[in-house]
């Protein structure tokens, strides 16, 4: 499927920025499964010192550097990106999980670093005894990872509702857990934090979702948004996604931005500013299929 993303944040601010610097990544991945064609990004004002670079993780990613003063800030992303379905694993096949961390390793027979270093607890993903609970249902003795992993996504697109005003970026796992409300970026911790847990690898993917309007109603301008949803590494075939908000594995439907530990590694916009009070943003997002 192609599909053209469009992605406007803007900030307004009731006393004026001096100065600002922001972290930015908008620029969808490219990679086996996916292609992007275009992208684009319109910056208001414009910044006076651009950097793009790939980070750590190999996310596109872009410092700009404002040294006028404003009022209100706008980067507006457009994307079109080629998706394809991958190959969907047959995870019954899959290793047991206790003996994952132990088969990732590199050509040499070293340990692979580039995956046991998303085993390691991160600033939103602290492991806490109610995420191990949680996630031991589905990890009973020998079972297949990915198999207990999606028996986990299943479970947790039962046990959870989609509540955009029950949470914020601040708001911990252990609440999420105990209250079971939140958004995608919520559940993408939690399923991330009960992974861990158990000493298996899994990283946080930031993204889109193609949405459909109900039934006999149009689809509202800016009405789509950003997404979270999860990967986790299984020897046989490397990096599997799973969707807890959707209780799915991602086909040609999910659009990759990025990929890292958890949110605070992706997050679209970031940055210092001097000056500025009683920020506001607003956010719209649109994805539509073009072919």
Not at 43 to 62: L, T
Not at 96 to 111: F, I, Y
Not at 226 to 238: C, D, M, T
């Amino acid at each position: 499927m192609i599909f053209d993303v469009s992605h406007r944040t803007s900030y307004t601010y009731r006393t004026s920025v001096l100065q600002s610097e922001h972290l930015v990544h908008l620029t969808p991945r490219q990679g086996e499964r996916q292609r992007v064609e275009r992208h684009s990004l319109l910056i208001e004002p414009a910044p006076s010192a651009r950097c793009e670079f790939a980070d750590y993780f190999g996310n596109a990613s872009a410092i700009l550097s404002i040294n006028e003063d404003h009022s209100e800030f706008v980067i507006h992303a457009r994307s079109t990106v080629e998706v394809h379905a991958p190959d969907l694993p047959m995870l019954a096949l899959s290793t047991p999980w206790e003996q994952v961390t132990s088969k990732a390793v590199d050509g040499n027979g070293d340990l692979d670093i580039g995956v046991l270093q998303f085993v390691s607890a991160s600033r939103h993903t602290h492991a806490v005894r109610e995420a191990l609970d949680y996630a031991r249902p589905s990890f009973p003795p020998d079972r297949p990872v990915l198999e207990a992993a999606m028996d986990l996504t299943r479970r947790m697109y039962a046990d959870f509702v989609f509540d955009s005003k029950a949470t914020d970026i601040s708001t911990p796992v252990l609440r999420v857990l105990r209250h079971r409300r939140g958004v995608c970026q919520d559940f993408a911790h939690v399923a991330i934090t009960c992974l861990r847990a158990l000493g298996l690898p899994v990283r946080y993917v930031s993204g889109y979702l193609l949405t459909l309007p109900p039934p006999g109603m149009e689809k509202l301008q800016g009405a789509d948004a950003s997404h979270a949803w999860i990967s986790v590494w299984a020897p046989e075939v490397g990096w599997v996604d799973f969707d807890p908000t959707n209780g799915v594995i991602p086909t040609d439907g999910h659009i990759t931005v990025a990929y890292g530990r958890d949110y605070d590694d992706v997050s679209p916009i970031s940055g210092v500013l001097l000056g500025g009070r009683d920020q506001k943003m607003s956010v719209a997002v649109d994805v539509t299929v073009v072919g």
